[in-house]
């Protein structure tokens, strides 16, 4: 198939670099990378005089380049570009956009790849127009964007089914249990401490600087495999050597790992014996309550840990935290009631998230067929 070079097929305008005094409260919006990705907490806007070529509308495709790679196709209104972002102007080829987009992304992606672990990613102008990317005729390329489209939709629809159902579970909380930050149904509290036993995972040396410690057969969870689960996790991506496990401990399955460094406060029950290092805290109920309660009563503070956690080279926060904070104990029938629901309702999220994992598969396979 013929290929053509990104600087032969459009024009990218680069923004202007606004200095922090230009930023106020009125006229367009400033559009930085982090407006892209969702991370900016602080939009600023500019009323003063501007060249054209910064200005951007709905329907612009963009293209971040420093840091953050991606492309993005903007839809909220008029605003201004920032600098270490393309506006994507099509006055050489015609192309489909919607396939020039999904060909940018993959392109991306697969620098990034290349370019894992870097503390900065960048692409140069120059590097960017030597590009080649796969160039068939029209109606091939809005057939190729039409089914990928699909797919995406799909995919989108899927992750939306998922956020739902933990929306609803979160709703069943409140309901039955009142909200649990200010305790509004006035119910008991108790230590985290007192409500069963908590422990911190042992490694005694850093697995990252130990390799003879991993590649065996005992399970090892990390804080990204708890941050990246959803209620439970049921498999894992690293194991403990015999070394490796001589040197920590397996805690059983049910256990619910709490993670206290880089990830604060996110939780996950284990689905299988498994060994985790001293930034993931184990802890397993006793009478009073159950895991699948004190998950989702977590759910509600692992903003307020996070935002509070001391930060020094990552946040962290300590066992003695987790262990005095203090927590609402509703009647135990109560508590089995609402775990009974989280079940039910986790069988639909395992339906979705397999028709989810489908269609996500046929998309990447679909995007390396036709861009790789």
């Keep these: 198939m013929e290929q053509k070079r990104l600087g032969d097929i459009a024009t990218y305008i680069n923004g202007y670099a606004f200095k922090p005094e230009d930023r106020g409260t009125e006229g367009l919006p400033i559009i930085r990378i982090q407006d892209l990705t969702g991370n900016s907490y602080d939009l600023g806007f500019y009323d003063g005089e501007y060249p054209e070529k910064i ?46 987009v999904f060909a940018i992304r993959y392109n991306l992606k697969e620098m990034e790849k290349q370019t894992h672990g870097a503390t900065m990613k960048h692409i140069t102008k120059k590097d960017f127009d030597k590009i080649l990317i796969p160039f068939p005729d029209l109606k091939i390329q809005s057939e190729i964007a039409s089914t990928l489209d699909t797919l995406q939709s799909i995919i989108t629809h899927r992750r939306t089914q998922l956020e739902k159902l933990d929306l609803l579970v979160k709703a069943r909380f409140v309901e039955m249990f009142g909200d649990p930050i200010s305790n509004s149904h006035d119910l008991p509290l108790k230590t985290l401490s007192e409500l069963g036993e908590l422990g911190r995972g042992v490694s005694k040396y850093r697995p990252r600087n130990a390799p003879e410690l991993l590649g065996g057969k005992y399970p090892l969870i990390q804080t990204g495999d708890v941050a990246n689960a959803n209620l439970y996790i049921y498999d894992y991506n690293s194991t403990y050597s015999e070394v490796g496990f001589l040197q920590s401990k397996m805690w059983k399955k049910g256990t619910l790992c709490i993670t206290i460094a880089a990830n604060i406060a996110k939780t996950a029950i284990l689905m299988f014996d498994s060994c985790f290092p001293d930034s993931v805290v184990g802890f397993n109920s006793n009478c009073n309550t159950n895991n699948i309660f004190i998950h989702y009563w977590l759910s509600f503070f692992q903003a307020i840990l996070e935002k509070q956690a001391p930060e020094s080279a990552q946040k962290n926060i300590n066992l003695k935290i987790l262990s005095e904070l203090k927590v609402i104990v509703p009647p135990i029938e109560l508590q089995t009631q609402f775990a009974d629901f989280v079940k039910q309702v986790d069988k639909s999220k395992v339906a979705v998230q397999k028709a989810l994992d489908e269609a996500q598969l046929l998309f990447d396979s679909l995007m390396q067929e036709y861009f790789g």
Excluded: P
């Excluded at 612009?60 to 972002?85: E, F, T």
């Design 55 to 100: 200005e951007i509308n709905n329907g612009d495709i963009l293209i971040s380049w420093s840091a953050s790679l991606g492309v993005y196709v903007w839809n909220r209104g008029k605003a201004l570009l920032n600098q270490h972002i393309f506006k994507v102007v099509f006055d050489k080829l015609d192309v489909n956009k919607q396939y020039f």
